[in-house]
């Protein structure tokens, strides 16, 4: 199948990946594949999975979470939902549901059937945003067990990545516990996306 995806034309995958039903059975909503991008994109922001109020209206960030990612890059709505600037693709394209203590992590039928295939194709990413402990393990190749630890390691991937937190309120704690991310951090993701676009 791989070789395939990556014989298909760009617009063709990308129709492919939102009519994908491969975890339909175990998808408590359904499918809806939510993604963001084109070949022009710049900035690539790398999620969990969708949360059920972006399930509903199938625009990607489009919650409380968004707000604040949004207000740490230092951009508007309108630059957030532009395809040219910015490509969104969680590591589950799908909401997986809920559990005990929050959303379900993202299904990991998704990455290995994706990812890779999309990734090749997006060749002006400039920066590339990995949020949370899942796109951690993906994206950076010696990610520590906590998020914490990545984070503050921030600078040994800067300039092309940026390890984070999640943006969610549900991360208030961490926050007040590591004001130095919003000290330091924020400031050059703000510049660095600034130059991007």
Known sequence: MKDTLAQLPFDELVCQV??????AETLPYGPRPVVQLSQESRILVVGQAPGRRVHETGLPFNDPSGDRLRQWMGITRESFYDDRKLAILPMGFCYPGTGKSGDLPPRPECAPAW???????????GLTLVIGQYAHAWHLPDAKKSVTENVQNWRK??????PMPHPSPRNNLWLRRNPWFEEEVILQLQERVSSLL
């Open 18 to 23: 939102r009519a994908c039903t491969i975890c």
């Open 115 to 125: 990812r890779n295939a999309l990734l090749e194709r997006l060749s002006n990413i």
């Open 157 to 162: 991937y800067w300039p092309d990545v940026l």
